[in-house]
């Protein structure tokens, strides 16, 4: 039988795995249940992986998020006002000309102070769980582009000013492509890349196509060249733009907002999958038997060439109960017997 970060890679490489890893995608749940704060775990490796390890091996799920990076914006952009005039020191709604793009401070990674607590948490945690696979939220070069111009003046950008938006993506994808090395190097074994702002919710498959796709294409193959393994989180509505998707060199896709059988019936042989327990409806709020059933059902849909990690569709909510979240690790391992003939 696979260990858990061989399965893992095989399932990211398209081999498949003799087994159904569970990676909850468990965030906000464990940081709520050990009493702390974002801010403080994001600043502390060892309050991180306290909490991360020990709600872990209490639920009995797998792999281990060692947290999210969002200190390109910060320190390309942290110094200049926002359209309010407040120096926030985030960057975030900086950008909004290109007069403002050559203003943005150059990204000296070795000089991050959030990448290094990242680095030293990922250490921490493969020196504490050697076995257990380790993922990092990242975002792509269009997603810090997104942070640096606003929400409400990327979303303007992405249709009336095309040029801007994909020249900022342009400009800090070395920065991305970078941080991405160093978060590798330092023992991860995968990617993991939200795109909330991207599906088909906020903007429309054009929009996709003209601002978002060509710069993944172009920057998620940098990362790939250099040894990274990707799964790109399909946050929305994705179905009218998964053939894009499938062009931009993720390992494996975390769907949400979709038919897990559906998508792999049409894409299970050009990608592997992960998801998607509804956080909120299903996972949540559910029964413990809603939640096995609809979790052995997803197993039965989707693993049966070893190419599945069960998850929930986004971050798991804090108010998950421990009930429900071992039952979807049950479900999984009564899946992996029928599957793979498991007798343990």
């Not at 993922?135 to 979303?155: D, E, Q, R, T, W």
Request: net charge negative; glycine share 8%; charged share 25%.
């Amino acid at each position: 039988m696979m260990t858990k970060r061989e399965a893992v890679r095989a399932i990211l490489d398209g081999r498949g795995a003799d087994r159904i890893p569970v990676i909850m995608n468990a965030f906000s749940l464990p940081v709520m249940q050990y009493g702390y704060t974002m801010p403080e775990v994001l600043m502390s490796p060892e309050k991180m992986t306290e909490c991360m390890v020990g709600t872990r091996k209490r639920l009995g799920y797998d792999g281990l998020c060692a947290g999210a990076y969002g200190g390109i914006a910060a320190m390309m952009g942290g110094h200049l006002p926002d359209s309010e005039g407040n120096v926030t020191g985030m960057g975030e709604d900086v950008v909004h000309s290109m007069e403002d793009i050559k203003k943005l401070a150059p990204y000296d990674a070795e000089k991050c102070p959030m990448l290094k607590t990242l680095v030293n948490t990922i250490k921490l945690m493969r020196e504490t769980e050697p076995e257990e696979p380790i993922f990092v939220i990242l975002h792509v070069p269009a997603a810090v582009a997104f942070s640096l111009m606003g929400a409400k003046p990327a979303f303007r950008a992405m249709v009336k000013n095309v040029e801007l938006f994909r020249a900022l993506s342009d400009y800090v994808e070395d920065a991305v492509v970078e941080s991405c090395k160093i978060i590798m190097d330092a023992g991860v074994d995968f990617l993991w890349f939200p795109t909330p702002n991207f599906g088909g919710y906020c903007i429309s498959r054009k929009t996709y196509e003209k601002c978002i796709s060509e710069s993944n294409i172009h920057a998620l193959k940098r990362i790939k060249d250099n040894g990274a393994q990707i799964v790109l989180h399909t946050c929305g509505l994705y179905d009218d733009r998964f053939d894009l998707v499938l062009k931009e060199s993720g390992d494996a896709w975390h769907i949400s907002d979709t038919s897990t059988k559906k998508v792999k019936e049409q894409y299970g042989d050009k990608v592997s999958l992960m998801g998607s327990i509804p956080c909120v409806p299903v996972l949540m709020e559910g029964t413990e038997q809603e939640v096995y059933d609809f979790c052995y059902k997803e197993c039965m849909d989707a693993a049966q060439d070893g190419r599945f990690i069960l998850s929930g569709d986004c971050d798991v909510p804090p108010g998950t109960s421990d009930e429900n979240m071992k039952a979807a690790v049950r479900a999984a391992k009564d899946a992996e017997k029928i599957l793979f003939g498991k007798t343990k």
